[in-house]
């Protein structure tokens, strides 16, 4: 069974640029959720998505948003980087469901620089 | 909002030492509650959950107890070993799935 895998692991980009960071999630599981978590900081929900929907969202602004793919895979975008978008973004994947434990599974994360 | 506080850290212990990590929140209704483990250069791992008041989470040797009353949910271990060297975070879900709350997260460091 492959655990959630994150890519790019480190990511350098300047103010004003755009990034796209993507998650694979575990096999069987139907949701993905991102985070972003700020140096020492405990993780923010950022948004979640539930068979290729938006299934809720976080205090973020709409230059942060996503998609989940057919394959239950996901991007998160960020437009108009800021110096504050510098973190480690995390996406967890997990089984929704009745009956389904919904734990949700991390993946290492990809740490974003902004300069 | 939901909210979570955690005590201040960082903690740092002898081995075989008594663990305690406070936690504390603020919710609506009767929210799911979990510990979260992140070692150095990994992910979160699911260290222990608790989703009904009175319910007690342990694994690892790792326990926390569901307290409604006092809307807590302090982790405890017996005997830490160098290890157990990373850094833990309490979190809270509205319901037992669903968007994740966390503290601010305790960073504990275990000398031999």
């Known amino acids: 069974e492959t655990g959630v895998t ?11 640029q755009q990034v796209t960071l993507r998650c694979s999630s575990q096999s069987g599981h139907n949701t993905v959720s991102w985070y972003q978590q700020a140096l020492g900081q405990g993780p923010q929900f950022i948004f979640q ?9 976080g205090n973020f602004p709409p230059r942060f948003s996503g998609l989940q793919f057919p394959n239950y895979s996901s991007e998160l975008n960020v437009n108009a980087l800021e110096l504050d978008d510098s973190a480690l973004y995390l996406c967890a994947s997990s089984l929704e469901g009745q009956g389904a434990s919904n734990e949700q599974f991390f993946g290492p994360g990809t740490r974003l620089t902004v300069l | 909002g939901d909210s979570v506080t955690q005590m201040e850290g960082p903690v740092t212990l002898s081995e075989e030492a008594f663990l305690t990590i406070n936690c504390t ?5 009767y929210p799911s509650l979990f510990w979260y483990v992140q070692y150095p250069g990994e992910g979160l791992q699911l260290l222990l ?8 989470g342990s694994n690892k040797g790792f326990e926390a107890t569901y307290r409604k009353e006092t809307t807590s949910f302090h982790l405890e271990k017996g005997s830490v070993q160098v290890s157990d060297s990373a850094v ?3 979190a809270l879900s509205p319901t ?6 966390f503290g601010q997260g305790t960073i504990l460091t275990v000398h031999p």
């Open chain 1, 6 to 16: 994150q890519s790019p692991t480190h990511l350098i980009k300047t103010r004003g």
């Open chain 1, 49 to 57: 998505y539930y068979r290729e929907e938006e299934n809720g969202r």
């Open chain 2, 25 to 29: 929140y603020t919710a609506t209704g």
């Open chain 2, 49 to 56: 959950k608790a989703t009904k008041a009175d319910d007690k």
């Open chain 2, 88 to 90: 833990y975070f309490c």
């Open chain 2, 96 to 101: 037992s799935y669903g968007k994740l709350t």
